[in-house]
């Protein structure tokens, strides 16, 4: 990878949170309704997940470079976690602020379950400072030893793990108590808050599958096992999320609750689009795969999906919908960050192709 290139790698993720954070910014100043303060605190918030996913391609490539240096190594991680906590603050300053109106309630989930999402990217730029293991190891016979010493201890290894691991649970367990409480209607902003902190669940789930798939490869413990393992949960639960919004789309009669289902499909091609960076780590594994150049295009496609369908609601001119068409926008810019970090990966391995 040459310096240009790498460059533009890492410009992508800041671009698309620009983008991201500046509408959400727009919509906030200039839009009125109680959806214009939904969509726009959304929007904003998924540029910060736009900066974790900086923080990544960044780990990696100034390892692909040689610039990698001790502070790049507690740095970048350290900012992608300190992103996910500026999320998770001010979405619980939303939800505990005293005579809080249903707007707020709703963004305050929303920004809680991307700053639990901000988490799992931060992650995985804490186990990407040892990529450049991965290329070490994959030279290596099937069924070589693990490499001694572990580029982690085993108890920082257990925490890298558990962090992504605990915030799906607690974006689970608040999904639980709102659809508990409320999921059956949308008076208070529970129905949508619920179904789209479940889909935001899903997604830090698929999200372990990634940080696993690096520890394990860096660690030298991966398995044939592994290949399949970590695919078929994401791969079914982007499904749930598709599946779950065109449910809502198609069968719920309440028209206000139309914008929830649009963004779980939004959600759930983010989920799919983190399924093409497991697809790649297995498909490079001690083994040639030249199919594994084409799987970067997969966020280039849920990208285009996530814009078309915004274009198609902005279209409508459906005020229902309109905050779903907002909110596309910012998955999409998402989904082309996620394009820069596939990208990387597949320049770091396509060496063993």
């Known amino acids: 990878m040459n310096h240009g290139i790498s460059v533009l790698f890492r410009a992508i993720p800041l671009l698309m949170g620009a983008v991201s954070a500046a509408l959400g910014g727009w919509v906030v100043a200039h839009s009125s309704g109680p959806s214009a303060r939904v969509a726009g605190l959304t929007l904003i918030f998924l540029a910060a997940v736009c900066l974790c996913l900086f923080a990544t391609v960044a780990t990696v490539v100034r390892q692909l470079i040689g610039r990698f240096t001790a502070v790049d190594r507690l740095g970048y991680p350290l900012f992608g976690f300190a ?7 001010y979405g619980l300053r939303l939800l505990t602020e005293n005579r809080r109106p249903p707007p707020d309630f709703v963004a305050g989930s929303v920004v809680l379950g ?31 030893p693990p490499r001694s010493p572990a580029p982690f201890r085993p108890a920082t290894a257990r925490a890298l793990v558990a962090l992504p691991v605990l915030a799906a649970a607690v974006a689970a367990a608040w999904a639980t108590v709102l659809l508990a409480n409320g999921g059956g209607g949308d008076s208070d902003g529970r129905f949508t808050a619920g179904h789209l902190v479940v889909d935001l669940a899903i997604v830090c789930t698929a999200l372990i599958g990634l940080v696993v798939s690096l520890l394990r490869q860096i660690r030298n413990t991966y398995t044939r096992r592994d290949r399949m393992w970590w695919l078929v949960p994401a791969a079914v639960l982007g499904a749930m999320d598709i599946t779950g919004g065109l449910v809502v789309v198609t069968l719920n009669p309440r028209p206000a609750q139309l914008a929830t289902g649009y963004v779980q499909i939004g959600l759930g091609l983010i989920c799919w689009t983190v399924l093409g960076a497991v697809l790649l780590l297995a498909l490079v594994w001690r083994r040639a795969a030249p199919s594994a150049h084409h799987v970067p295009l ?56």
């Open 83 to 89: 992103v996910a906590g500026v999320a998770i603050g």
């Open 114 to 144: 991307l700053g639990l999402v901000c988490v799992c990217v931060s992650s995985v730029a804490a186990v990407a400072t040892r990529f450049t293991l991965i290329g070490e190891n994959a030279a290596l016979p099937d069924g070589s």
């Open 298 to 353: 997969i966020p280039v496609g849920t990208t285009l999906l996530c814009l078309f369908m915004s274009a198609f609601l902005f279209e409508s001119a459906d005020p229902d919908v309109i905050v779903a068409a907002r909110v596309l926008v910012g998955l999409g810019a998402v989904c082309f960050a996620l394009f820069a970090v596939l990208s990387v990966l597949e320049s770091g391995t396509a060496g063993r192709d």
